[in-house]
């Protein structure tokens, strides 16, 4: 299914940028709803749970076309509801084939406007803050997880191991995999200096990590 309009007008004849995004959103909310079966009513209800009320008329105004304005605020609380994010509302993949990223920009496929929004698509003359820090936080993470569980699983099959064979074959994977956990391990601290040194806040550590870094004693913070 592909929302059809804008896309086959000639070059000349294009809507402004906030138009086409607006009914990115729009067409996208439309047919989320009726995906769900949910009268605009009961988006509206589930609005106004969320803690940010939409009211129904406005709702229905957007998916017609008739509102003019759509805070960020609407879209976020306008995506949870739908219990979707926010970027699949603006650039909804598979359902509208082109948009543009910027004003008086040429089309392009939404999956690379998407991919531009957030940071995917790299442009070395666009400051991209910590997130490339950030992707490496949270592959690093999960490196030291798995590393340490296959490590504690070749332990266990070495300890059970019916020959000696087997044993010393269990032993060199939990060697292995508890050196792979320890590289990233080091890696990954490193990496949280570095966030530290730029004068930002490093991602909070996995429950599961806790013990690669001294956490702060909260009786020595109260007393200083």
Same mark, same amino acid.
């Given at each position: %299914?592909?929302?059809?309009?804008?896309?086959?007008?000639?070059?000349?004849?294009? &809507?402004?940028?906030?138009?086409?995004?607006?009914?990115?959103?729009?067409?996208?909310?439309? #047919? #989320?709803?009726?995906?769900?079966?949910?009268?605009?009513?009961?988006?509206?209800?589930?609005?106004?749970?969320?803690?940010?009320?939409?009211?129904?008329?406005?709702?229905?105004?957007?998916?017609?076309?008739? $509102?003019?304005?759509? &805070?960020?605020?609407?879209? %976020?609380?306008?995506?949870?509801?739908?219990?979707?994010?926010?970027?699949?509302?603006?650039?909804?993949?598979?359902?509208?084939?082109?948009?543009?990223?910027? &004003?008086?920009?040429?089309?392009?496929?939404?999956?690379?406007? %998407?991919?531009?929004?957030?940071?995917?698509?790299?442009?070395?003359?666009?400051?991209?803050?910590? %997130?490339?820090?950030?992707?490496?936080?949270?592959?690093?993470? #999960?490196?030291?997880?798995?590393?340490? $569980?296959?490590?504690?699983?070749?332990?266990?099959?070495?300890?059970?191991?019916?020959?000696?064979?087997?044993?010393?074959?269990?032993?060199?994977?939990?060697?292995?995999?508890?050196? $792979?956990?320890?590289?990233?391990?080091?890696?990954?601290?490193?990496?949280?200096?570095?966030? $530290?040194?730029?004068?930002?806040?490093?991602?909070?550590?996995?429950?599961?990590?806790?013990?690669?870094? &001294?956490?702060?004693?909260?009786?020595?913070?109260?007393?200083?």
């Amino acid at each position: %299914m592909t929302q059809h309009g804008f896309d086959d007008e000639e070059d000349d004849d294009f &809507p402004e940028w906030v138009d086409r995004i607006r009914n990115n959103v729009a067409g996208e909310v439309r #047919r #989320r709803r009726k995906e769900r079966r949910w009268s605009a009513q009961r988006l509206a209800d589930r609005c106004e749970e969320l803690g940010h009320p939409i009211p129904r008329n406005v709702i229905a105004n957007l998916e017609s076309g008739r $509102r003019a304005n759509l &805070p960020l605020v609407d879209v %976020m609380v306008l995506a949870a509801a739908l219990e979707t994010y926010p970027i699949c509302l603006i650039f909804p993949l598979g359902y509208v084939e082109q948009t543009q990223e910027l &004003p008086f920009r040429s089309l392009i496929p939404t999956w690379d406007a %998407m991919r531009k929004f957030t940071g995917e698509e790299k442009d070395y003359e666009t400051d991209s803050g910590l %997130m490339p820090e950030f992707n490496l936080h949270a592959s690093l993470t #999960r490196t030291v997880i798995a590393a340490r $569980r296959e490590a504690e699983s070749a332990a266990f099959d070495a300890e059970t191991a019916a020959t000696s064979g087997q044993r010393e074959e269990a032993e060199r994977k939990a060697a292995e995999y508890a050196q $792979r956990a320890e590289e990233a391990k080091r890696r990954l601290l490193n990496l949280r200096d570095d966030i $530290r040194e730029e004068g930002a806040t490093p991602p909070e550590l996995s429950p599961w990590l806790e013990d690669i870094e &001294p956490q702060p004693d909260p009786d020595q913070e109260e007393d200083a």
